[in-house]
């Protein structure tokens, strides 16, 4: 027997894990976005430790895809078995444009370690 506020109380432990899991999204796309800019620093001067954070900012994008690739898929799953559920609904959204988000900065990683490296 289910009880009354049962489905309320997985909205907001759904609602937690969200918050929860997007923040650390964030804090990885940050990370990779402060490396990129920090190897500027560097670019001239010592080229491996440019070529370092360039590829440190690749990996920290590559962690920040996979758990963005994992939350939305969690939330695909939630909305199957909850499908009239409006603000997971945004979530989704949300999620989805943070995937264009990250092929905007692995583009501009992969441009600079590609233009100062490999084309030299």
Do not use: W
Not at 12 to 19: I, P
Not at 34 to 62: N, Q
């Amino acid at each position: 027997m289910n009880k009354p506020n049962e489905g309320n109380e997985i909205k907001s432990k759904f609602d937690m894990y969200f918050h929860s899991a997007f923040r650390n999204v964030g804090l990885f796309t940050s990370l990779s976005f402060g490396a990129l800019a920090y190897s500027r620093v560097y670019r001239g001067k010592t080229p491996l430790y440019d070529a370092i954070l360039i590829s440190i900012s690749l990996l920290f994008l590559l962690l920040s895809f996979t758990m963005n690739y994992i939350l939305n898929g969690d939330i695909k799953q939630y909305l199957e078995h909850n499908p009239d559920q409006e603000k997971e609904n945004i979530y989704l959204m949300i999620t989805n444009t943070v995937f264009v988000i990250h092929g905007v900065l692995v583009s501009l990683g992969l441009g600079t370690l590609t233009i100062n490296y490999l084309i030299r």
